[in-house]
C-alpha cells in the first residue's frame, strides 16, 4: 500500500522542477513587458496556494490527455485538481503530543465526460473529516487509512457512483454508493446514502447513514446524523450518532457545537467512546484559508472513560477551481 500510495503523491505532487506549466510561461513573458509598471506585493502565502493550484492543473491536464480523443481537444483545459491540506496540534489531557495531518485530493476528467475521478485521502470515511484523531484512531474504528481510488459515475448528476481503490491496511477493495437528499419542506432536509463494499482481507461490509437537517434561520443550522458500519471480520455493526449546531457569526467566522457517541453492537449495544466540543472556524485572511480552534473533552472505554482534556488547533488550506 506504501507504494502504491508513493507512486500516486509521486505523479500527483506538482512538478514545476522539471516543466514550466504554460500559464507561468504567460504569466513570465506578461511580467517581463511590464518591468517599470508598478507591482503589489504578494504575501508568502498568496504565491505557494497559486503555485500549488496552477502546478497540479498542469499535471493533470497531462493525465487527461491520456484519455482525449481528437475531437476533445477543446476540454483539455478544463481538467482540474482540487483538495485541501489540514495540518493539526490536538493536546490532551496525558497526550501533549497529538498532531494530525490529514488531505483530500479530487482529480477531475473532462476526457472521460467528468464520469470519472482520482480520488486520494487519508481517511476513507468522508463523514468524519473534522474529527479529532484520538475520536477516529481506535481499536473499533479501522477506516483511519490512507485510500486511492478511482471513482465512477453513470452519469454526472447520478446518485450512484462506484469505486475500485486501494486502502485501509494494504487492502484492494471495490465499493458502491448510493446518496440523495429530500427537502421535507422549507425548514427540514432529510439526506441518505447506502453503500456496499468488499475487501480482500475484511471481507463484505456495508454501511448506512440518515441525517435530517433543520434551517431554522440564516445563522442557525442544525444536523442530527446517525451512522451505521457493518463489519464482515468481526460479524458487528459500528455505530456512530451525531449532533452539530452551525452558527454563523459573519462572513468569516462560525462557531459549531459537536456532540458525538460512537460504539458497537457487540458482544452488547454499548458505547466505546463519547466526544463534545465546540468549534471556532475563521477565513478572515483569505476565502481559502482556515483557521480552527476546538475545545473539547473526549471519554474513551479504553481509558475507563475518564474525561480527557484537550483543544485542537488547525489551519487548513484549500486549492482549485473554487479558490
Known amino acids: 500500500m506504501m507504494r502504491i500510495v508513493f507512486v500516486a503523491m509521486v505523479f500527483l505532487i506538482p512538478f514545476t522542477s522539471y516543466a514550466t506549466p504554460p500559464a507561468a510561461e504567460a504569466s513570465s513573458a506578461q511580467n517581463t513587458a511590464n518591468d517599470t509598471a508598478p507591482k503589489t506585493q504578494e504575501a508568502w502565502f498568496d504565491v505557494w496556494q497559486r503555485s500549488f493550484t496552477d502546478s497540479m492543473d498542469f499535471t493533470v491536464k497531462r493525465l487527461d490527455g491520456l484519455f482525449m480523443g481528437d475531437n476533445q481537444a477543446a476540454t483539455s483545459n478544463q481538467a482540474r485538481a482540487e483538495g485541501r491540506v489540514q495540518l493539526a496540534w490536538e493536546p490532551r489531557t496525558g497526550r501533549l503530543s497529538d498532531t494530525d495531518v490529514r ?4 482529480v477531475r476528467l473532462p476526457a472521460l465526460q467528468d464520469r470519472v475521478d482520482l480520488l486520494l485521502s487519508d481517511n476513507e470515511d468522508e463523514t468524519q473529516d473534522n474529527t479529532i484523531r484520538a475520536a477516529r484512531n481506535t481499536d473499533n474504528n479501522d477506516r483511519d487509512r490512507t485510500t486511492i481510488a478511482l471513482r465512477f459515475r453513470p452519469e454526472q448528476d447520478s446518485h450512484y457512483s462506484f469505486r475500485i481503490g486501494a486502502g485501509r491496511r494494504d487492502q484492494l477493495y471495490v ?18 446514502d447506502s453503500e456496499m463494499y468488499f475487501y480482500s482481507r475484511d471481507g463484505l461490509g456495508a454501511e448506512a447513514g440518515l441525517a435530517f437537517q433543520y434551517d431554522l434561520n440564516e445563522k442557525h443550522l442544525f444536523r442530527q446524523n446517525n451512522r451505521f458500519y457493518f463489519r464482515d471480520d468481526t460479524n458487528d455493526w459500528l455505530w456512530r450518532h451525531e449532533v452539530h449546531h452551525l452558527y454563523s457569526v459573519d462572513e468569516h467566522n462560525a462557531i459549531i457545537p459537536h456532540f458525538m457517541v460512537e460504539g458497537l453492537s457487540r458482544p452488547n449495544y454499548r458505547v466505546e467512546e463519547v466526544y463534545s466540543g465546540v468549534r471556532w472556524r475563521n477565513n478572515t485572511l483569505r476565502d481559502w484559508l482556515f483557521f480552527e480552534v476546538e475545545p473539547f473533552v473526549l471519554w474513551l472505554r479504553d481509558e475507563d472513560f475518564k474525561p480527557s482534556y484537550g483543544v485542537a488547533l488547525r489551519i487548513e488550506a484549500y486549492y482549485g477551481k473554487n479558490t
Open 175 to 192: 465499493k458502491a454508493r448510493y446518496r440523495d437528499a429530500v427537502a421535507l419542506n422549507t425548514k427540514w432536509a432529510m439526506l441518505y
Open 103 to 106: 488531505f483530500r485530493i479530487r
